[in-house]
């Protein structure tokens, strides 16, 4: 049987759930991840910090200091070198090719200063030692800096001492050089004196 629904009633609702109709909507929940995401807390590699950890390079080595250079100079043709020999030479007990050292009494000077001083060593070769009385030596070097700078051309002179042997008639029996002993050479040619 029909229900029958008269003008300015309000709709019956017989048969219907009333809680249903009036019951609101559940809430819906949403997850707490889902509703505030969480930023990404992963490390992030510091390059800085990688670059710092990086190993340093080696300190350079300390430079090391280089010899001071001796001075360059030219001596004329015709400089006279007074020597004092060093050691006694004696052409009895020389032999060619021997060597020794003089040194300068007399120092040398330029338009520049001292550039030989007193005490400058120089070598001297043995050129022939004949017994009894032929000595003939030659000026071959100067050691200047720590280094022997050859001579290319000088005439040598010395003053010899006779040394008599046992002889009754007292003849010479060999030519010395005494320590001491000095010695003069001239040179023939320009002696450049450059630096090291």
Request: charged residues 20%; hydrophobic residues 40%.
């Amino acid at each position: 049987m029909k229900s029958e629904i008269r003008p300015g009633a309000a709709p019956s609702l017989e048969g219907t759930n009333p809680s249903a109709a009036t019951a609101p909507l559940p809430a819906t929940s949403v997850p707490a991840d889902a509703a505030s995401p969480t930023p990404d807390t992963t490390p992030v590699a510091d390059t800085a910090a990688v670059a710092d950890s990086a190993p340093s390079p080696p300190a350079p080595a300390a430079p090391v200091e280089p010899a001071p250079d001796v001075p360059t100079a030219v001596l004329p043709s015709g400089t006279v070198l007074e020597l004092a020999a060093g050691t006694r030479i004696c052409s009895t007990t020389s032999a060619d090719g021997d060597r020794f050292n003089a040194s300068l009494v007399v120092p040398i000077a330029t338009e520049n200063g001292v550039v030989l001083p007193v005490g400058t060593i120089a070598v001297l070769e043995v050129r022939r030692a004949r017994a009894p009385t032929f000595l003939n030596v030659r000026l071959d070097s100067i050691v200047r800096g720590g280094t022997a700078v050859r001579i290319r051309k000088a005439e040598t002179r010395f003053r010899r001492e006779l040394v008599a042997g046992a002889e009754d008639n007292g003849a010479a029996v060999g030519a010395c050089i005494p320590a001491g002993g000095r010695i003069t050479a001239t040179l023939r040619a320009p002696f450049r004196l450059g630096a090291r």
